[in-house]
């Protein structure tokens, strides 16, 4: 059975930086795709990232671009989101996702499998 389990997150300044994590475990992923969302309160959940497992190749909300980057460590059965430059938010949680089919898209409809989220606060 997959099993997602996101880790690091917490509250920073803005204008700081964060790395979460994501551990996949129960299967190997080559033909997944896997992606990060987040979801604010009272929000609905938005796509953020997403990479190939196989291949790595990954892309990004235009929102986000420049400031996150997504990434995996095949080795690891690993996924990380690099946060930098921070913006004031309240507390959002970031939901690691995985999608069988490999098609990473940015509906998250498309995603099969979900971790518990993490919860990043960026203060002023």
């Known amino acids: 059975q997959v099993q997602l389990v996101e880790s690091g997150g917490g509250l920073v300044q803005a204008g700081g930086s964060l790395r979460l994590s994501c551990a996949a475990s129960?299967?190997?992923?080559?033909?997944?795709?896997m992606a990060w969302f987040r979801q604010a309160p009272g929000k609905e959940r938005e796509f953020v990232a997403a990479?190939?497992?196989?291949?790595?190749?990954?892309y990004a909300a235009d929102s986000v671009k420049g400031r996150l980057t997504i990434s995996r460590d095949y080795a690891k059965n690993k996924m990380y989101l690099e946060m930098n430059s921070l913006k004031p938010k309240r507390t959002t949680i970031y939901y690691c996702?995985?999608?069988?089919?490999?098609?990473?898209?940015?509906?998250?409809?498309?995603?099969?499998?979900w971790g518990r989220g993490t919860r990043v606060t960026v203060s002023t």
């Open positions: 990479i190939r497992w196989s291949d790595s190749s990954r």
């Open positions: 129960g299967r190997t992923f080559d033909s997944y795709g």
């Open positions: 996702a995985a999608d069988r089919d490999g098609c990473s898209g940015r509906r998250y409809t498309e995603y099969e499998y």
